[in-house]
């Protein structure tokens, strides 16, 4: 296969995790004799850095012509005091609203070896295996107006959580095909019982899941799940639910499995041509840019790692080379390959790129 990737390190330790995905995308090509052509383009502090804005649009084109995009991190408090509309983050949502990424998948699965270093006890986590399905490009950080002001009050603001039946209809049903691929559950959360959106969600939900009848639908309260995933998260297959509830349970579903460095994400869009199943993505680590670790080879690149493994099966079509990815990760983990952040006590940690390395020689 001969594929185009647009990779982009971005800030803080996204180049060092990035690299070490690289380092494993080689070992993919060398073993299953692939070629894939690799485009470096910048985004967030480092754009601003190098070109004045998070991300140009020249280079926005240039990711609408990859078969997918590989991204580090974004952010840092170099940039924390610059206008708002040119900070960091706005290059990676501009990415996902150029893209037309519509869905963000969120898995998080939990190794034998590592249940031990979830805050959480380990009988409550051992076994977790769950994907959430977050919408990527409506709700409260989209809707119209937004804004702050002054009255003779005193000092106020709105923002608006806007849904249009399309935008619900499309995640809701990919929610709904990778549970088939999966357990056949889906978790479907909101606040019907207070927000107009909710309701409008839950009638969606409810109407297209005659369309599957051999999938599970139950609904779950925004609030009730917060509590369900730290009591009985092994319960869930797939959970799908609107963009600012996403943004916080996946932060909180990110404990279970020990570390936040540990857990991939693939922003989504539509499929490229009928029936392909293969999809145009953004593939990411779900944690930060973590400046104050930058440069020392301490940052876990699992995360990053396991979206290149997400990159190769959603984007690229290649389930064998992305299980031989998954696999690599694992066996690199059981048999004590660590970084600083999940190693047990009296063993040495490996650096980020060592632990690329390793990954890469189980390929």
């Not at 935008?167 to 990778?178: I, S, Y």
């Not at 005659?210 to 998260?233: G, K, N, S, Y």
């Not at 319960?235 to 404990?255: H, Q």
């Not at 936040?260 to 680590?285: M, T």
Request: glycine letters at 10%; a neutral charge.
């Amino acid at each position: 296969m001969n594929s185009s990737i647009v990779v982009m390190p971005g800030d803080g330790v996204g180049p060092e995790i990035t690299a070490a995905a690289l380092a494993v995308l080689d070992a993919v090509a060398s073993r299953y004799g692939h070629t894939f052509r690799l485009t470096e383009v910048a985004i967030g502090g480092d754009a601003i850095d190098k070109h004045g804005v998070p991300l140009r649009p020249e280079d926005l084109r240039v990711c609408r012509k990859a078969d997918a995009i590989l991204l580090g991190a974004v952010g840092g408090p170099q940039w924390d005091n610059i206008e708002v509309g040119l900070r960091p983050e706005r290059g990676l949502l501009a990415l996902r609203k150029g893209l037309g990424l519509f869905a963000n998948l969120r898995p998080v699965a939990v190794h034998p070896d590592l249940a031990s270093t979830s805050p959480i006890k380990s009988e409550i986590v051992s076994g977790v295996d769950l994907v959430v399905v977050r919408e990527l490009t409506g709700g409260i950080y989209f809707g119209k107006p937004t804004r702050q002001w002054a009255d003779s009050r005193g000092r106020l603001a709105v923002d608006t959580m806007k849904y249009r039946e399309q935008e619900v209809e499309r995640v809701v049903r990919l929610a709904f095909e990778l549970a088939r691929t999966r357990r056949k559950q889906v978790a479907s959360v909101d606040k019907s019982n207070v927000l107009s959106t909710s309701r409008l969600w839950r009638e969606i939900v409810n109407e297209i899941a005659p369309e599957f009848p051999d999938v599970t639908l139950e609904h779950v309260l925004v609030d009730a799940m917060a509590m369900r995933l730290v009591r009985q998260p092994g319960r869930f297959d797939v959970i799908v639910m609107e963009n600012m509830f996403g943004d916080i349970l996946t932060d909180e579903a990110s404990v279970i499995a020990g570390s936040i460095g540990l857990l991939p994400s693939a922003s989504l869009g539509a499929q490229k041509g009928s029936g392909s199943g293969r999809r145009i993505g953004l593939y990411e680590p779900i944690h930060g840019s973590a400046p104050s670790m930058a440069g020392q080879g301490k940052a876990n690149p699992t995360g990053t790692i396991l979206s290149l493994a997400m990159l190769l099966r959603s984007s690229l079509g290649l389930t064998e080379e992305a299980e031989a990815v998954d696999k690599a990760v694992s066996s690199a983990i059981a048999n004590g390959v660590r970084t600083y952040d999940i190693s047990e006590p009296g063993t040495s940690p490996v650096s980020t790129s060592d632990f690329g390395a390793a990954v890469a020689s189980r390929i």
